[in-house]
């Protein structure tokens, strides 16, 4: 007797889901909207000239080709999204369609015109400090299972205490050391909240971020002005030797604020601490199975206690770079909502360092963008009128919400985040 076996094909079949229409079309809108930028927004022979202010122009580009070209390959994108082919490599596509159109939008801002290239990648990298040192105080907080949004809060007060403190002992360096035990202080206190009283987490944190905007402002218009201590100064530009020398990479890398190298060391210390060390994987056990964790030893709120208050310090530096690394002052509600920013800047960095790095530059991008687009002016096709301004200033936060949008569904949070632990 012969068995005769029947091949079942298991694979699934290939059909275009709502998903996949909404990128297409948005991918086919803006792809046109290049193409109309290169046909109206430009004029024949143009170039977009990107120089280096050392070695001077680096390449130049034929504005009306190139965003045709970029135009066209979004549009094909679009299509293959809808026909579904490549499906292994349909996220790869996607990221460089929107790289692409950054790349054309960045085309026709400097068409006619120059841009220096390496000055807008420091401006970006200098624009992302605050947002990775944010997106690290929030990874480190919800990694244990503790939500955390008084980001804001934490760096308000930082940026405050930095002011203070350094005014009061004379010394930069010693507020921006006060400045993370601020914000370490105020972390205590939302650890506090969540962990011993159980208080629902998001209130803890809402609270925290209205406590720091109220107690900034008065503490601000009571003491530090009329003692005249809201003027400190700013922390000046380190520059590396030899290492700031090297072409392009050395000036956006080697040569900044202090605060922008301990937020480059911070982002490799904690991405090694959180997953190559058994501290890291004790305090990731207690966000993703904190029962589980007790079971084998870990104590499960003390170490919430210490990641949060970790998160804390450094979300105070963050907010440090507001006062101390840029404006050499404090002003009520300096961060501007950074904090929020860098909450997505986590989100959309799936709660890894590096991730939220990459995230913090993107949007560090949008804001060094904005203000390039406000020196050169684009003329919008068809009306010859300029971008208002107060748009330009909404660019990196309407990027936030289309991240976060685009991204949360896809983003996988710590599975016991937001749920206090009682040891049985």
């Not at 301004?389 to 976060?404: G, K, R, S």
Request: net charge neutral; hydrophobic share 55%; charged share 10%.
């Amino acid at each position: 007797m012969t068995a005769q076996v029947q091949s079942i094909d298991t694979t699934k079949p290939t059909q275009v889901n709502r998903k996949d229409i909404i990128i297409a079309v948005l991918l086919l809108i803006a792809g046109g909207v290049i193409l109309v930028l290169g046909g109206f927004g430009t004029q024949p022979g143009e170039q977009a000239i990107f120089t280096d202010h050392i070695l001077g122009d680096l390449f130049s580009l034929s504005s009306r080709g190139t965003l045709y070209t970029v135009g066209f390959m979004c549009i094909l994108i679009a299509g293959l999204r809808l026909i579904r082919a490549f499906d292994s490599i349909q996220v790869v596509l996607t990221w460089g369609a929107v790289f692409l159109l950054l790349f054309g939008f960045l085309i026709w801002i400097t068409s006619g015109t120059k841009l220096n290239i390496t000055g807008m990648f420091q401006s970006m990298l200098t624009a992302a400090t605050p947002l990775t040192l944010g997106a690290l105080a929030g990874i480190l907080c919800e990694r244990a299972g503790i939500i955390n949004i008084a980001i804001e809060g934490m760096m308000l007060s930082g940026a405050f205490a930095a002011v203070a403190f350094a005014g009061v002992f004379d010394s930069l360096w010693m507020g921006l050391l006060c400045a993370s035990l601020v914000g370490g202080a105020m972390a205590a206190v939302h650890a506090v909240l969540s962990i011993k009283y159980k208080v629902d987490q998001i209130i803890s944190g809402t609270v925290i971020n209205i406590l720091a905007a109220g107690a900034t402002r008065f503490l601000n218009l009571r003491l530090l002005e009329p003692f005249g201590l809201s003027t400190p100064g700013h922390m000046s530009i380190i520059r590396i030797p030899l290492l700031a020398d090297i072409p392009l990479l050395g000036p956006i890398l080697f040569e900044n604020s202090p605060i922008v190298f301990i937020m480059l060391i911070l982002v490799a210390v904690i991405n090694y601490a959180i997953f190559f060390t058994p501290w890291g994987l004790r305090m990731r056990a207690c966000g993703e199975h904190p029962r589980a964790a007790d079971t084998v030893g870990i104590h499960v709120n003390p170490m919430r206690y210490v990641s949060i208050i970790l998160g804390g310090l450094i979300a105070g530096i963050g907010g440090a770079y507001f006062s101390l690394g840029v404006v050499g002052a404090f002003e009520d509600n300096m961060t501007r909502g950074q904090g929020f920013v860098a909450l997505a800047a986590m989100i959309f960095g799936n709660w890894n360092p590096v991730g939220g790095f990459m995230a913090a530059l993107l949007f560090g991008f949008a804001d060094a963008l904005q203000v390039k687009m406000q020196i050169l002016r684009p003329l919008l096709p068809f009306i010859n009128a300029y971008i208002p301004h107060e748009f330009l200033q909404m660019a990196p936060y309407l990027l936030t919400i289309v991240v976060v949008a685009g991204v949360v569904g896809r983003s996988r949070p710590p599975a016991e985040e937001g749920k206090p632990y009682e040891k049985q």
